[in-house]
């Protein structure tokens, strides 16, 4: 499974790339704000940092502006993915950026026949909100299983990116669900790495190393 930073905070995305396990980079306008830098600012310091696939949302709400907000962005990058809400015209927009060979995420997805109707629509990812899902009562998983295995039924090329990550446990169920990719907040990544057992078994090993020095 690939794993994305789920963040437009520069330093966030440098850091996680310097671990070598970065794929991609996810950001909205509410991430956007939260970096203290706008949109196209961002887009394309991030772009300096990463290999390839950074969303950038679009926040026209018609077909056209969304196409033409979509062309724009792509002047700053061609790794940039356009990320576009699911929407009648937000679907018409993934139509012909995908004739144009623009890559899309079709965002704010919160059921199986939304992410069916992205994948006809010809988007290269859908993006499954979790923890949104959740929020509301909802099975957040049952809804990644569900996208998975209509894919697969159809053979449909769009890849699942889980978004609205909330916790490490979040992750491993991604990863087992079989989803291609989880967008993971840069806290989450960071715990990840984490056990108790590894840190003990650390300390033990420098103790006994420096006791066998003696
Ligand atoms: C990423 O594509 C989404 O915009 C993001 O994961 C939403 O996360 P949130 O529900 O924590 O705002």
């Known amino acids: 499974m690939k794993i994305y930073v789920d963040t437009a905070i520069v330093d966030e995305i440098r850091q996680v790339w310097e671990l070598g396990i970065l794929d991609g980079v996810t950001t909205n306008p509410s991430l956007i704000l939260k970096s203290g830098r706008n ?3 961002a887009l394309k310091e991030i772009s300096q940092i990463v290999d390839d696939c950074i969303s950038g949302e679009v926040i026209s709400l018609d077909y056209q502006g969304m196409v033409k907000e979509a ?6 990058s ?5 990320k576009i809400p699911m929407t009648k015209d937000g679907l018409k927009a993934v ?19 939304q992410a069916l109707l992205a994948a006809k629509a010809g988007a290269t990812y859908v993006s499954p909100f979790l923890g949104r899902l959740d929020d509301v009562g909802e099975d ?3 809804l990644i299983h569900d996208i998975k295995q209509i894919y697969q039924n159809y053979q449909f090329p769009t890849q699942i990116i889980c978004a609205s990550i909330r916790s490490p446990l ?3 169920k991604c990863a087992k ?6 967008t993971v907040p840069y806290k989450i ?3 990840m790495f984490n056990h108790p057992l590894t840190n003990v078994g650390i300390d033990r090993f420098l103790q006994d190393y420096e006791k066998s020095k003696k």
């Open 189 to 191: 990544i960071m715990d």
């Open 71 to 76: 062309l724009e962005l792509m002047k700053i």
């Open 78 to 82: 061609k790794k940039i993915v356009i």
């Open 177 to 182: 669900a079989g989803a291609d990719i989880a």
């Open 140 to 142: 957040s998983m049952q």
């Open 170 to 172: 979040h992750v491993l």
């Open 39 to 41: 949109l196209t600012d």
């Open 95 to 113: 139509k012909e950026l995908t004739a144009q060979g623009i890559r899309t995420n079709v965002t704010l997805v919160f059921s199986a026949n």
